[in-house]
């Protein structure tokens, strides 16, 4: 789970970590009272939206006046913001927060994340922080330096100062920067993050420390200990579709293609993915139906892989183990009534794959109750072909 920079501020402030006063703000009065009460000579106007590149994309605004702090958030509050990590559709925003703007002398780069590899936390940083992290990454990825930090002993000091040093913290700030690595160490922790990013972390003209740029994520599967986390979730942001999924049941992740899949088992359903794109196919998305398909489940799946007109075809690729394909076959009958107007048909072509327990029965039932457009299929790599091909069919005549 994602939260916004606002409330990321916020609960690190709650580690002591030095973070500019701030006020999150829903509309351009709000704007203008929370820069009042700020009380500071420049603010800066900030969209909240989860996605970084804000800054390049013109949703970062330095304002000296509340005439220009009321143009900025009339401006941004409402406007779709488009950013290298957005996607073509961009994010609405709808928050913004107002802050104290920093004199900044230089900008650093400092993440905290979990590395699967070595089982460890990694730490990164980097001189060359600020809003070309991702050409540094790539550029010159030896000006990024990284601490492993072993999650049985945490964050030694000698690692923080080593890393400080690294990334050329001058002297006076150094103790400073040790105390912020260690302070969002122990929020990491506590909180169960996934990853922390601090972009930028910057020194002041002062030689002080501040966090100016915070993006935090949070493991899912630990957020039932943190019902404080939990509530800051803003569903606003997230996939509509996944949020359906999840409510659901379903393991549903959005790919952004045009050919959707609906499969059961994990490793399954990336197989499929990759088995799509190998025919050319762009997959729409990844979706685990699990174990457990009562014919309810797929017709919901099948709901959510149509809503919004993003699938031009559905490959349903099953191996029956726990599941029984009798009924991913009623699920798909009780879909084709639920979408359609006849009852008989499906928007989109529908390549149906099925295998294992009860195939005989499912491959009946197909049969016993015809629906427009769904083809079976007897193996995984024609079924991907043909689903493909249909797919490619249907764009042309569009
Ligand atoms: P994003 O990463 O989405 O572009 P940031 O919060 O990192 O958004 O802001 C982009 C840039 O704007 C920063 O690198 C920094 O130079 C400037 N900036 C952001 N917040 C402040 C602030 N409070 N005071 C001064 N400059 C700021
Ligand atoms: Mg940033």
Redesign the pocket.
């Known amino acids: 789970m994602n939260i916004h920079?606002y409330q990321a501020k916020q609960l690190l402030r709650e580690y002591g970590v030095n973070v500019?006063n701030g006020l999150p703000a829903l509309s351009v009065s709000e704007a203008v009272t929370s820069a009042e009460k700020l009380d500071v000579p420049v603010v800066?106007v900030?969209a909240q939206i989860h996605a970084?590149?804000?800054?390049?994309a013109g949703?970062?605004k330095?304002a000296k006046t509340p005439v220009e702090v009321a143009s900025f958030a009339q401006e941004l509050l409402g406007k779709t913001l488009v950013?290298h990590q957005t996607g073509p559709e961009g994010k609405v925003i709808e928050r913004l927060l107002i802050?104290?703007?920093?004199k900044?002398k230089k900008?650093y780069y400092l993440s905290f994340i979990v590395d699967r590899q070595t089982a460890n936390i990694v730490m990164m940083g980097s001189e060359e922080g600020?809003?070309d992290i991702e050409n540094v990454a790539a550029e010159t990825p030896e000006k990024i330096f990284m601490e492993y930090i072993d999650p049985v002993t945490g964050l030694a000091a000698f690692q923080a100062t080593r890393m400080a040093y690294a990334i050329n913290i001058p002297e006076p700030a150094i103790r400073r920067a040790v105390t912020i690595m260690q302070k969002l160490y122990s929020a990491f922790i506590a909180k169960d993050c996934s990853q922390i990013e601090i972009?930028?972390l910057v020194l002041t003209e002062d030689d002080k420390m501040v966090v100016?740029?915070a993006k935090i994520n949070f493991d899912d599967s630990a957020l039932y200990r943190h019902p404080e986390i939990a509530v800051l979730r803003d569903e606003s942001e997230e996939d509509p579709k996944e949020r359906k999924a999840a409510a659901s049941g379903l393991n549903y992740v959005n790919l952004g293609g045009d050919v959707a899949c609906m499969v059961n088992g994990a490793g399954l359903a990336m197989a499929t993915v990759d088995m799509l794109k190998f025919y050319g196919g762009e997959p729409a998305n990844f979706l685990d139906v699990g174990g457990d398909s009562e014919p309810e489940k797929i017709a919901k799946a099948f709901k959510i892989m149509l809503s919004g007109g993003q699938a031009k075809g559905i490959f349903v690729n099953i191996f029956g183990g726990i599941n029984r394909c009798d009924n991913i076959a009623k699920g798909i009958v009780e879909a084709a009534h639920i979408v359609s107007k006849d009852g008989h048909s499906l928007p989109v072509p529908v390549v149906v794959r099925l295998e294992g327990s009860m195939v005989e029965e499912g491959r009946e039932i197909l049969r016993n109750t015809p629906i427009a457009n769904v083809f079976t299929c007897p193996t995984m790599e024609k079924g991907a072909e043909q689903i493909v091909r249909l797919v490619a069919e249907a764009r042309e005549k569009e």
């Open positions: 920079e500019p800066v900030k970084g590149g804000r800054g390049k949703g970062v330095i950013t802050e104290e703007a920093s900044i900008e600020g809003v972009n930028p100016l740029d």
